[in-house]
Nanobody, 117 residues
Framework: QVSLVESGGGLVQAGGSLRLSCAAT????????MGWYRQSPGKQRDLVAT???????IYADSVRGRFTISRGNARNTIDLQMNSLKPEDTAVYYC???????????WGQGTQVTVSS
């Protein structure tokens, strides 16, 4: 059973920084891709950033240059460094993981990020 544990959300003023972390447990294999999505009330869940096992990164246009996704020190962990935060970054941030290109996608419970103006 795959479980995702997210941490690092919170309240920050505009222009500030937060760092989110996610750990996938329950599988011995290395992830194929891990990433972060976010969802605001009344909106769909959108991609923020993903990283593959080979280190390829994809960013949403709205966060490129401000957010950085990286692999953590532990197996199947990732971090998301968020700088220059804006009120429009306010959302619930969800971590996900896939262990192959054709496999299931697993989701975390989400962590709230609130940016005050």
């Amino acid at each position: 059973q795959v479980s995702l544990v997210e941490s690092g959300g919170g309240l920050v003023q505009a222009g500030g920084s937060l760092r989110l972390s996610c750990a996938a447990t329950g599988r011995m294999s290395i992830f194929w891709s891990m990433g972060w999505y976010r969802q605001s009330p009344g909106k769909q869940r959108d991609l923020v950033a993903t990283i593959t096992v080979g280190g390829n990164r994809i960013y949403a246009d709205s966060v490129r240059g401000r957010f950085t996704i990286s692999r953590g020190n532990a197996r199947n962990t990732i971090d998301l460094q968020m700088n220059s935060l804006k009120p429009e970054d306010t959302a619930v941030y969800y971590c996900n993981v896939k262990f192959s290109s054709f496999g299931s996608t697993y989701w975390g419970q989400g962590t709230q990020v609130t940016v005050s103006s």
